[in-house]
C-alpha cells in the first residue's frame, strides 16, 4: 500500500503513482503502453505531431494496451515570425553548418502548431477520446477545455509557480503536474519572457499542495523509488518521470544519447535557450555553448528556432557527431539505467515500498 490519497489514480484508471513523462520525439507507442500495462500512467508527447500522426499514435497505443495512457500538447503562445532576428540567428549557425559540409535553410518555418490554433488536433482528440490529456506551456483556451471535458478525458496541466497553478486551477482543470527547475526536456513556462523564480521540484510542490485544492504530480529530478517517496511525502497524489525512462529500449532515443545517458562521465546539465527558442534542460555541448556566447544574436521565437535546431543536429549527425543533439535531460541524469519499462516501473515500486518502510524506522522515538 502506497501512501497516497488515492482519487487521483483512481480517476486516472492507475494502481501505481507512476507518470511516464510525455516527451516529443522520444516517448513511443511502445513506451507509453509498456507503462500502462505495468500499473502506471504511459503518455505520449504528440505536441510537435499533426493530427493525423498523432491520431496513429493513439491508435498504435491502444493496440498495445487496454490501459488509460496520457497524451500531451503544446499551448504556446503561436510565434511570431520576425525575418531579420531569424536571419541574423541563421548566419550565426552558418560556420558550425559549414563543419559539416551543409548551409543553413534559406528561411525557418514555425515546425508545428499551439493547441490553441489547431482546431484539428481538437476535433482529433474528442474523436479517440484518449484517458487523460496534458498540457505544457499554458492552457488552451476555455472552450477547448470543455469540448474535452464533455469527451470524458481527464485533464493535466503543468505549472512551474504558484501563479501558473492559480490559473490551472481557475481553468477547471483536474490536476497540476508541478515541474521543478531540475527537470529535463521544455519548462512548461507559459511565458517564457516573464521572469522566472526557477522553483526546485521540493518548494513547488509543497507549495502547490498547500495552496491550491488540486491534487498535485511532481515531477523533475525523480530517478527512483526514494525520490517518488519523497514526492509523495510532500502531499503529491503520482510523480512523473522523464529522463529515468528516456534509456528504456521502448524509447526513440538514439544510440548516442542513450549512451551519453548511461556514461558516467556524461557531462552537467544545462538550461538552454538556442536549440529551440524555449528554455529546456538537457546535456551540455556544443550547441549550448553557441546559446551562451557572448557574440550569440537574438534567438528566434519557438518554435521557430527549432526548426534551424533540427537542421543543424540533421547535418552534424549526417557526419557522425552528436554535438547539436537535442539531448534532454534533468539534473539527476547520472542516475540513469537502462532496462525495459515495465521492469522499471517495478523496480520503482519496490524501492518505493522500501524508501515507505526506511522513513517509518527514521521516525523521531522518545528518549
Ligand atoms: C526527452 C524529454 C522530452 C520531454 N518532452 C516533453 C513533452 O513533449 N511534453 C511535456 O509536457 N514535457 C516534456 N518533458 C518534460 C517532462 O514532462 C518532465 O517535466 C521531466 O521529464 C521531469 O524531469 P526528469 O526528466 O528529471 O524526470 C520532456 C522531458 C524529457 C527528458
Known amino acids: 500500500?502506497?501512501?497516497t490519497d488515492s482519487s487521483l489514480l483512481n480517476r486516472l484508471g492507475i494502481a501505481a503513482p507512476i507518470i511516464q513523462a510525455p516527451m516529443a520525439g522520444v516517448s513511443t507507442p511502445a513506451l507509453a503502453a509498456a507503462v500502462s500495462n505495468a500499473g502506471g500512467l504511459g503518455s505520449l508527447g504528440i505536441g510537435a505531431m499533426n493530427a493525423e500522426a498523432a491520431r496513429e499514435a493513439i491508435r498504435a497505443t491502444r493496440a498495445l494496451t487496454a490501459g488509460p495512457f496520457n497524451v500531451n500538447l503544446f499551448c504556446h503562445e503561436p510565434?511570431?515570425?520576425?525575418?531579420?532576428?531569424?536571419?541574423?540567428?541563421l548566419q550565426y549557425l552558418a560556420s558550425v553548418f559549414a563543419e559539416f559540409g551543409a548551409t543553413p535553410p534559406a528561411s525557418l518555418r514555425e515546425?508545428?502548431?499551439s493547441l490553441r490554433t489547431d482546431s484539428a488536433m481538437v476535433q482529433m482528440l474528442v474523436e479517440e477520446r484518449?484517458?487523460?490529456?496534458?498540457?505544457?506551456?499554458?492552457?488552451?483556451?476555455?472552450?477547448?477545455?470543455?469540448?474535452l471535458h464533455e469527451a470524458g478525458i481527464v485533464l493535466l496541466a503543468c505549472a512551474t509557480s504558484l501563479a501558473e497553478a492559480r490559473q490551472i486551477e481557475a481553468a477547471g482543470i483536474d490536476a497540476i503536474v508541478a515541474q521543478g527547475v531540475e527537470a529535463g526536456g521544455h519548462r512548461g513556462v507559459f511565458d517564457p519572457r516573464e521572469f522566472d523564480e526557477g522553483l526546485g521540484t521540493l518548494a513547488l510542490t509543497r507549495l502547490l499542495v498547500r495552496e491550491t485544492g488540486l491534487p498535485v504530480i511532481a515531477a523533475g529530478g525523480i530517478m527512483d523509488g526514494a525520490g517518488i517517496a519523497?514526492?509523495?511525502?510532500?502531499?503529491?497524489h503520482a510523480a512523473q518521470l522523464g529522463t529515468a525512462f528516456v534509456p528504456c529500449p521502448e524509447s526513440a532515443a538514439d544510440e548516442a544519447y542513450r549512451s551519453v545517458l548511461l556514461s558516467r562521465a556524461a557531462p552537467p546539465t544545462t538550461m538552454t535557450r538556442a536549440i529551440s527558442g524555449r528554455p529546456a534542460r538537457g546535456l551540455s555541448n556544443r550547441f549550448t555553448a553557441l546559446g551562451l556566447?557572448?557574440?550569440?544574436?537574438?534567438?528566434?521565437?519557438?518554435?521557430?528556432?527549432?526548426?534551424?535546431?533540427?537542421?543543424?543536429?540533421?547535418?552534424?549527425?549526417?557526419?557522425?557527431?552528436?554535438?547539436?543533439?537535442?539531448?534532454w535531460a534533468g539534473q539527476a541524469v547520472a542516475l540513469s539505467r537502462a532496462m525495459p519499462a515495465?521492469?522499471?516501473?517495478?523496480?520503482?515500486?519496490?524501492?518505493?515500498?522500501e524508501a515507505v518502510a526506511g522513513l517509518a524506522q527514521a521516525r523521531p522515538r522518545p528518549l
Request: net charge negative; hydrophobic share 50%.
Open 293 to 327: 556566447a557572448a557574440e550569440a544574436p537574438g534567438i528566434p521565437d519557438y518554435p521557430i528556432a527549432y526548426d534551424a535546431g533540427k537542421a543543424l543536429h540533421a547535418a552534424a549527425k549526417a557526419q557522425g557527431s552528436a554535438d547539436f543533439a537535442a539531448q
Open 230 to 236: 519523497a514526492a509523495l511525502a510532500l502531499g503529491a
Open 111 to 113: 515546425i508545428y502548431q
Open 342 to 353: 515495465a521492469e522499471l516501473v517495478r523496480q520503482l515500486l519496490l524501492e518505493l515500498d
Open 79 to 89: 510565434a511570431q515570425s520576425d525575418s531579420t532576428r531569424e536571419g541574423a540567428w
Open 1 to 3: 500500500m502506497h501512501p
Open 130 to 147: 484518449p484517458a487523460v490529456v496534458s498540457f505544457h506551456f499554458g492552457l488552451p483556451g476555455q472552450e477547448i477545455v470543455r469540448m
